[in-house]
């Protein structure tokens, strides 16, 4: 029982630690510059939508304020089912050029994403979807990574804005570290997804995905570093967005993590030798879905370990747990809420990650949920987040 425990401990020490630690240290030897440059040529933006009313009007402002060339842009709104005054309010908005809207029954986004590559004919595809701001240099510094003839994929950096609560700056900070992982796999060769709200990729590489994805920004992008090519992450392309709530957080993270056991279904090849970045594919992905599996484990081990340390072990892990659970019970301002937070972050991401399991038992487009920033919150208004 010692080596189980010690084994996994050990295992979730290195899928948090040991693993950025490890990474951080080989891009400084093995880094790969992205070889940007000045690149002008057509681009199709892409941006699916389902019920956005509250989101939509600023949403295509953004896109207007976008520092492009017009006349090299197409913009495909899809109406993924919508039953408010979406599409409407986009056949009403003035100032972008080539303005294409596609009202489809409600299918998912996938099915929507397929309709609009299926339409578009730029050069370049640029995704994103309808809650998040754009900045105006965005799109430029996405376009501008393809005159390097080896990038096939191009995705932005997701800013979260100033949160209200504990709670959302515990969500925003698991954030700032995933984006600091993705920087470093970019400067290495290549990220495994995108960031699904502001990504870009050669339309010669799009393929049609399977309706019920849950991670088209995985299974794009994938479908290029097969074809050998690589998926960057570029920190000068910004979207904004609202902090989210954990219960938000959750069921977002249930999608996502879900999405990673269908997206391995999918392309089989991520744990073969087909894959370049195999070791970072399992450490940044596959070791989060077994890292609650290895918390089990080393609690039911504690149990068994030799006096005084199955004490010390019980005693340990039971305190951060109870911690967690204590948090939404603890006044606001209180100290000890500042350790309470990330801990509840902590334990339900790792619920999360159990609960991923469920793709085996359910449709996938069960595991599609509305996701609930400040803004609607406050407003009222909503929005389903990347299904369209």
Wanted: with cysteine; charged share 15%.
């Amino acid at each position: 029982m010692i080596a189980i425990f010690a084994a996994s401990i050990a295992f979730c020490a290195y899928t948090m630690f040991g693993y950025p630690v490890w990474l951080a240290l080989i891009t400084r030897w093995r880094g790969r510059p992205v070889h940007k440059a000045k690149h002008l040529t057509t681009v199709s933006l892409i941006l699916p939508v389902h019920n956005g009313e509250g989101f939509i009007a600023d949403k295509l402002a953004s896109i207007r304020a976008l520092e492009y060339p017009q006349e090299l842009m197409e913009i495909i709104v899809v109406c993924d089912g919508t039953s408010d005054a979406t599409g409407e309010i986009v056949r009403n908005f003035t100032g972008l050029p080539r303005l294409t809207v596609i009202e489809l029954p409600h299918g998912g986004k996938a099915v929507a994403l397929n309709a609009a590559i299926a339409r578009a004919t730029g050069e370049i595809l640029f995704f994103t979807d309808v809650r998040q701001h754009l900045d105006s240099a965005s799109l430029g510094n996405l376009v501008d990574c393809f005159a390097d003839p080896e990038v096939g994929v191009a995705s932005g950096e997701l800013i979260i804005r100033e949160p209200d609560t504990l709670e959302e700056a515990s969500v925003g900070l698991y954030w700032k570290y995933e984006k600091w992982i993705r920087k470093q796999l970019s400067r290495l060769d290549s990220v495994p997804g995108a960031t699904g709200c502001i990504y870009a990729m050669r339309s010669t590489l799009a393929v049609t995905l399977p309706p019920d994805t849950l991670n088209d920004d995985m299974y794009l992008p994938l479908g290029a570093f097969f074809r050998g090519y690589r998926v960057i992450f570029d920190s000068s392309a910004l979207a904004f967005d609202y902090p989210t709530a954990l219960a938000s957080e959750f069921r977002r993270k249930v999608r996502t993590l879900a999405g990673v056991y269908q997206i391995v279904g999918f392309f089989p090849a991520l744990l073969g030798p087909r894959n370049r970045n195999w070791i970072h594919f399992f450490s940044h992905k596959l070791a989060r879905l077994l890292m609650p599996w290895a918390l089990l484990s080393a609690g039911i081990s504690s149990f068994f370990l030799p006096a005084p340390w199955n004490t010390v072990a019980v005693e340990a892990q039971a305190g951060a747990y109870l911690l967690a659970l204590a948090h939404p019970a603890l006044p606001s301002g209180f100290p000890l809420r500042r350790v309470t937070a990330p801990l509840r972050t902590f334990v339900v991401l790792m619920a999360a990650s159990l609960c991923a399991l469920a793709i085996i038992f359910v449709p996938a487009r069960v595991l599609w949920k509305q996701t609930r920033v400040s803004k609607q919150q406050a407003a009222g208004a909503g929005s389903q987040e990347s299904e369209g």
